[in-house]
C-alpha cells in the first residue's frame, strides 16, 4: 500500500511539474517583430523627450476616444508618473511575452475592474529593458500592448465616472 501511494504521489508531483512547465512556456518572451520595435523606438522617443502628445499617438486607437475633458486626467496621470521614472539610457533587449486569455490587465491589481474598464484587452506584454543606468539601477519598462492592423499600440483602461472619482480621492489622499 506504501509504494502504491509513493508511486501515485510521484505521478501527481509530476503531472504538476508539466502543467507548470507547459504555462511557462505558453507565457514564454521571444525576440520583437519589426512592428512591435519601431512601436518600442517611437515609445521610448516619446517618454525620453516627455512629450505627451506623441504618447496619445502611441495609444490604441480604440482606447483615444476614452480621452475626453471628464477622463484627461487619467491618462495625464499615467504618463506623468512614467516619464517621471523612465530610465534615460538607450535600448539594450526588447522582449515579447503573450498574455494568456484567462491573464487580467496589470491594473486591475489595483483598481477596480467595472471603474477601468478596457476598450482592448492587452494580448502581450513588451518588456524593455535599457541595462544598468548611471545611478547603478537597472532600468526595466513594461508595457501592455496590442495590435491594430499591422502596428502595435498601447493599451489602457478606460475610467468610468466613478473611476475617475476614485482616483481623484486617491491621488488627495496621497497629497498628489
Same mark, same amino acid.
Given at each position: 500500500?506504501?509504494?502504491?501511494?509513493?508511486?501515485?504521489?510521484?505521478?501527481?508531483?509530476?503531472?504538476?511539474?508539466?502543467?507548470?512547465?507547459?504555462?511557462?512556456? @505558453?507565457?514564454?518572451?521571444?525576440?520583437? +517583430? &519589426?512592428?512591435?520595435? *519601431? #512601436?518600442?523606438?517611437?515609445? %521610448?522617443?516619446?517618454?525620453?523627450?516627455?512629450?505627451?502628445?506623441?504618447?496619445?499617438?502611441?495609444?490604441?486607437?480604440?482606447?483615444?476616444?476614452?480621452?475626453?475633458?471628464?477622463?484627461? @486626467?487619467?491618462?495625464?496621470?499615467?504618463? +506623468? &508618473?512614467?516619464?517621471? *521614472? #523612465?530610465?534615460?539610457?538607450? %535600448?539594450?533587449?526588447?522582449?515579447?511575452?503573450?498574455?494568456?486569455?484567462?491573464?487580467?490587465?496589470?491594473?486591475?491589481?489595483?483598481?477596480?475592474?467595472?471603474?477601468?474598464?478596457?476598450?482592448?484587452?492587452?494580448?502581450?506584454?513588451?518588456?524593455?529593458?535599457?541595462?544598468?543606468?548611471?545611478?547603478?539601477?537597472?532600468?526595466?519598462?513594461?508595457?501592455?500592448?496590442?495590435?491594430?492592423?499591422?502596428?502595435?499600440?498601447?493599451?489602457?483602461?478606460?475610467?468610468?465616472?466613478?473611476?475617475?472619482?476614485?482616483?481623484?480621492?486617491?491621488?488627495?489622499?496621497?497629497?498628489?
Amino acid at each position: 500500500m506504501g509504494l502504491q501511494r509513493s508511486a501515485r504521489m510521484k505521478t501527481v508531483v509530476l503531472s504538476m511539474m508539466l502543467v507548470i512547465a507547459s504555462t511557462n512556456l @505558453a507565457h514564454a518572451s521571444s525576440a520583437p +517583430t &519589426q512592428s512591435q520595435t *519601431s #512601436f518600442v523606438n517611437a515609445f %521610448v522617443a516619446a517618454m525620453h523627450t516627455k512629450n505627451s502628445a506623441a504618447m496619445m499617438v502611441l495609444m490604441h486607437p480604440e482606447d483615444r476616444p476614452c480621452v475626453s475633458d471628464k477622463t484627461r @486626467a487619467f491618462y495625464q496621470y499615467i504618463v +506623468t &508618473q512614467q516619464s517621471g *521614472s #523612465f530610465p534615460k539610457q538607450k %535600448v539594450k533587449e526588447i522582449s515579447v511575452t503573450p498574455i494568456g486569455v484567462k491573464d487580467e490587465p496589470s491594473i486591475w491589481q489595483f483598481l477596480p475592474e467595472k471603474m477601468f474598464p478596457y476598450p482592448v484587452l492587452p494580448t502581450a506584454r513588451i518588456q524593455i529593458n535599457f541595462g544598468v543606468g548611471p545611478d547603478g539601477y537597472l532600468g526595466l519598462d513594461e508595457l501592455e500592448v496590442a495590435p491594430s492592423g499591422a502596428n502595435w499600440y498601447w493599451v489602457t483602461a478606460c475610467p468610468t465616472a466613478e473611476g475617475m472619482a476614485l482616483m481623484r480621492k486617491m491621488q488627495k489622499k496621497s497629497g498628489h
